[in-house]
Nanobody, 121 residues
Framework: QLEASGGGLVTPGGSLRLSCATS????????VGWFRQAPGKKREGVSC????????AYADSVKGRFTISRDNAKNTVYLQMNSLKPEDTAVYYC????????????????WGQGTQVTVSS
C-alpha cells in the first residue's frame, strides 16, 4: 500500500514537500513515480526515481523546480516542489509496480490515494 501526503494550499512561488510512504513492502529496489491530474486534464507523469542507482527523470514543466529523492531507511520517496505555479495545481499520486522501471509514461500497477496541491493567491 502506498500513501501520498504533504499536499496543501500554497501561494505562487511557494514550496511543498510531498511524501510517498509504503506499508507491507519495501521500496528499496523499486522505481517510484509521481504523477498528477488536474481537473479536466489527463494524468501526467511528473517525476520518477529508480531503485538501483537513484537515477531520476522529470517532466519538462517541472525541471529545475521539483526534486525527487528517496530515503530507503524510512521507506519513503519525496517530491520537493519549489517555485510553485498555479498550473501545478492538481492531485498528486505516487506509484510503483515493484519493478525498477522509471518512466513518466510507464503504467505502474500500485497507486497511492493522492494528495491535493493547490497553488493560488
Amino acid at each position: 500500500q502506498l500513501e501520498a501526503s504533504g499536499g496543501g494550499l500554497v501561494t505562487p512561488g511557494g514550496s511543498l514537500r510531498l511524501s510517498c510512504a509504503t506499508s507491507g513492502f519495501t521500496l528499496d529496489y523499486y522505481a517510484v513515480g509521481w504523477f498528477r491530474q488536474a481537473p479536466g486534464k489527463k494524468r501526467e507523469g511528473v517525476s520518477c526515481i529508480s531503485g538501483s542507482d537513484g537515477s531520476t527523470a522529470y517532466a519538462d514543466s517541472v525541471k529545475g523546480r521539483f526534486t525527487i529523492s528517496r530515503d530507503n531507511a524510512k521507506n519513503t520517496v519525496y517530491l520537493q516542489m519549489n517555485s510553485l505555479k498555479p498550473e501545478d495545481t492538481a492531485v498528486y499520486y505516487c506509484a510503483t509496480d515493484l519493478e525498477d522501471v522509471c518512466g513518466l509514461f510507464h503504467e505502474y500497477d500500485y497507486w497511492g490515494q493522492g494528495t491535493q496541491v493547490t497553488v493560488s493567491s
